[in-house]
């Protein structure tokens, strides 16, 4: 059996035969690619998901609508991607995965998603408030709060206090 480290050394310039219509989906200016659009594909999209996400050749924007689009398949496979991806070096891709992770394993993703709320970059910092505060749960709402004495960027504060404010509703 082939484990899910192979999607992370998997070669991204190897497109299948779903690669065109993914990047299609993929090519919309402000709005990602719906489940029900990638999910008429057929079974390989999360894989061609993955090699467009790594493939520097790919524009920037689609790399990142990959990473967003991933959110619409929980699999240990996009899971292992996803955390590899809070990790890496590429600011903008780190804040895609944060939504997706969120989005796809809820309340499961926070131990991987915890650690970037003491990020040294903002951005990072308030997607992740963001992508945890969306959850609304009580785990969610312990984290934020546990963060938000210690936050000292003004900008990120006020999403914290707006994230606790919407939880409580």
């Known amino acids: 059996m082939i484990g899910p480290w192979i ?10 035969e779903l690669r065109e219509p993914v990047l299609e989906l993929l090519s919309a200016y402000e ?13 390989g999209v999360p894989t061609e998901l993955i090699a467009i996400a790594r493939d520097s050749a790919v524009p920037h924007s689609r ?40 989005r796809a394993f809820r309340d499961d993703a926070l131990p991987s ?14 997607a992740a408030v963001n992508a945890v ?20 960027d003004d900008t990120v504060k006020e999403a914290l206090t707006t994230a606790l404010a919407e939880g409580s509703k």
Do not use: W
């Open 31 to 43: 709005q990602g690619a719906s489940a029900e659009d990638l999910r008429k594909l057929g079974e």
């Open 63 to 102: 790399r990142g609508r990959a990473v967003s689009a991933l959110a619409h398949y929980p699999s240990p496979e996009v899971r292992t991607f996803l955390d590899a991806q809070l990790v890496g070096s590429d600011g903008y891709l780190q804040r895609k995965a944060t939504g997706a992770i969120v």
């Open 113 to 126: 998603v915890e650690p970037l709320l003491a990020s040294e970059d903002r951005q990072l910092r308030l």
């Open 133 to 152: 505060g969306a959850l609304g749960s009580p785990r969610a709402r312990e984290i934020l709060s546990a963060h938000a004495a210690s936050e000292s």
């Open 7 to 16: 999607l992370l050394f998997a070669d991204p310039a190897a497109a299948g």
